[in-house]
């Protein structure tokens, strides 16, 4: 089972370095690294401020109980 895997494993690499090395497009090369940072703590956290500060009625609420349990989580990560 053991070789069965490392050849399945094998195989996975190899058609991720084709892939990589085959598809090339310099715009999205620019665009992505950005859109990646949209999944940040950062940007989550401040959408959240935005919606609390902003929003109306559900909004708000919604904004207020993304932050807490956003908070919630990275203090129980961190520490």
Known sequence: MNKFV???S???IR???CIN???KCTIL???VPYITN???DMVTVLTCLIMIIFGKNSLKIAGFQSFLTLSTSHFIVIF
């Open 6 to 8: 490392t050849k399945i």
């Open 21 to 23: 090395d085959g598809i």
């Open 29 to 31: 090369d620019c665009i």
């Open 10 to 12: 094998n195989s996975d």
């Open 15 to 17: 058609l991720f370095y």
């Open 38 to 40: 949209l999944g940040s």
